[in-house]
């Protein structure tokens, strides 16, 4: 469960911006990465039924209502060999109508990833029969997607209707030989809104490893997740900390994310976006041992600059493909 700490001074790096280059397998490799990823794509799948999120909330419910947050909210991570993964369960209050209208068109997601502070910008095309969203993975400061790491995702809404909504996003490859990059989201009606499991994963390699490891050893050594995984010296809680520490902190801002979006549907639409960014902004406020790494000034002013510069490359890619369903327009 989320609990708010003490300020940090660390920040945290973005894993594509450690990429010095991608180095490429050959046909076995690439035939275990589509192994992994299908098996990876069922198991995300069972999970993200109707039937299982409907335990989940039964499971969850009152522990989500305890929670300090205005949205409740809880967060787990697994580390399974090379694969990492952050999960966030929360209730929104948001009608599911509105959830699944908006989640289900890929290019609303670019609207969404962009206000994680690590993410330069996200453009959207659609080929033939699929859906394909780069997101350009950077510094947490300012900086143009052209400097920045592209990881490019394929969109697949798996279900979209009444009373279920599963999103899948996928990466096959990714800097320093990772692999495997997922985002799923799955949601189901309740009387308060919707509920809401979302997933971060990818799997790590040996380089990505080391390099990790490098950064948990100086900048960043004490940086933690949300996990309680038992009580320091002091009496206090001690939270997980290394790659469930850095995946935690991922998946919770990508759903601050979600939330901040889909609040800011209830303002005018040449208001929406700044709405969306002060509100990404107070929520990982909350939580400054964790999520803090940037003030609000030099975090709204980047943003800005770099919502300019996702727009210019959106509207080249369209008068590229002109005459192509580019789905839901900005």
């Not at 909210?73 to 952050?86: H, K, M, P």
Request: aromatic share 8%; charged share 25%; glycine share 8%.
């Amino acid at each position: 469960m989320l609990r708010p700490h003490q300020r940090g001074r660390l920040s945290e790096p973005s894993l594509p911006t450690c990429a010095l280059g991608l180095r490429t397998g050959g046909a076995l490799r690439v035939l275990t990465l589509v192994g992994l990823s299908l098996l990876t794509a069922h198991a995300a799948s069972q999970e993200n039924t109707a039937d299982a999120l409907s335990s989940r909330y039964r499971t969850m419910g009152s522990q989500l209502s305890a929670s300090p947050l205005g949205v409740p909210v809880l967060v787990t991570s697994f580390e399974d060999g090379d694969q990492v993964r952050g999960e966030v369960h929360a209730m929104l209050p948001q009608s599911f109508d509105s959830l699944v209208a908006r989640l289900s068109a890929p290019r609303e997601w670019c609207h969404i990833v962009m206000l994680h502070l690590n993410i330069k910008a996200c453009t959207h095309e659609h080929e033939t029969s699929r859906d394909w969203l780069t997101f350009y993975s950077g510094r947490k400061v300012y900086e143009s997607p052209e400097k920045a790491y592209p990881l490019r995702f394929a969109f697949h809404a798996a279900d979209a209707r009444i009373d279920h909504l599963e999103i899948d996003l996928s990466a096959a490859t990714g800097p320093l030989n990772t692999n495997d990059y997922r985002i799923t989201l799955g949601a189901i009606p309740i009387p308060q809104g919707s509920f809401v499991r979302f997933s971060y994963s990818y799997r790590s390699s040996a380089m990505s490893r080391l390099a990790m490891n490098s950064y948990l050893a100086t900048l960043g050594r004490g940086k933690v997740g949300f996990t309680v995984v038992g009580t320091g010296r002091d009496g206090k809680p001690a939270y997980v900390d290394g790659r469930r520490g850095i995946v935690e902190r991922n998946a919770v801002r990508y759903y601050f994310a979600i939330q901040a979006y889909l609040e800011g549907l209830s303002v005018p639409q040449q208001k929406r976006f700044e709405h969306s960014l002060e509100r990404w902004f107070e929520l990982t406020e909350r939580y400054p041992m964790q999520l803090h790494e940037l003030d609000r000034s030099e975090y709204l002013q980047g943003k800005r600059r770099e919502f300019e510069d996702q727009h210019r490359r959106q509207q080249v890619l369209d008068s590229a493909n002109a005459g192509r369903p580019v789905g839901l327009a900005r």
